[in-house]
């Protein structure tokens, strides 16, 4: 079946550096992914959509300059944290639909991320 | 836009008894409604999903109803196992694969 892979599943990294974020579709091509922010014990929060050959969309509170999202492939999306704080320390998905109108969105694992 | 309400936000249950888990949305034009299982530390698994011209939806233990007309649906588990215990969350879709989730409800099932 249709699989999402996302990595690094947990990433440590020191306060003001980046870290970049794949997300990839393995069987099926994807022109939209949407990457979600979940905090402890909360829902997954939209935070971008990403669209393939054009600039992500963002969702509103969500600072574009800080979290840059590049689709370069249809089978490949970036989430790029960029000058990491600890309170961007979070749970990361990504999700894609494979096709058609409200089919199923298939998600990642998720990628930890630990900013210290 | 759309807003999800889940409830509870907790549920205990012996093993053998039924759960469920309620969700109010709030934009009528939502027509896709998928449920999904997450255990920690990795990312939404689907179980079940319902579109709008469907009043319910069974897959063995797991059943999904929808009242388009009171914008809510729920999910049903019958015959719980200690595998069931992990957190739940529902969600509504009005467009291609982006959806508003629901604040979860953790799911315990003891034996």
């Known amino acids: 079946g249709a699989v999402v892979s996302q990595h690094p599943s947990r990433v440590i990294c020191k306060s003001g550096t980046s870290v970049k974020i794949e997300c990839r579709s393995l069987d099926f091509q994807a022109t939209t992914m949407f990457w979600y922010r979940q905090f402890p014990k909360q829902s997954l929060m939209l935070m971008a959509t990403s669209n393939e050959g054009s600039k992500a969309t963002y969702e509103q509170g969500v600072e574009k300059d800080k979290f840059l999202i590049n689709h370069a492939s249809l089978t490949l999306s970036t989430l790029t944290v960029t000058s990491a704080h600890p309170e961007d320390s979070s749970f990361y998905i990504c999700?894609?639909?494979?096709?058609?109108?409200?089919?199923?969105?298939?998600f990642g694992q998720g990628t930890r991320l630990t900013v210290v | 836009g759309e807003n999800v309400e889940q409830h509870p936000s907790t549920l205990s249950v012996q093993e053998g008894d039924s759960a469920v888990i309620k969700c109010t949305y709030s934009?009528?034009?939502?027509?896709?409604f998928p449920w999904y299982k997450q255990e920690l530390g990795k990312g939404p698994q689907l179980i079940i999903d319902?579109?709008?011209?469907?009043g319910e939806k069974k897959d063995q233990r797991i059943a999904v109803t929808l009242n388009k007309t009171a914008k809510h649906f729920s999910l049903h588990i019958t015959e719980t196992q200690p595998e069931d215990s992990a957190v739940y969350f529902c969600a509504a879709s009005d467009s291609w694969g982006k959806f508003q989730f629901g604040a979860g409800t953790q799911v315990v099932v003891t034996p």
């Open positions: 999700s894609a639909p494979r096709e058609g109108k409200n089919t199923e969105a298939f």
């Open positions: 319902i579109r709008s011209n469907v």
């Open positions: 934009d009528s034009a939502s027509n896709y």
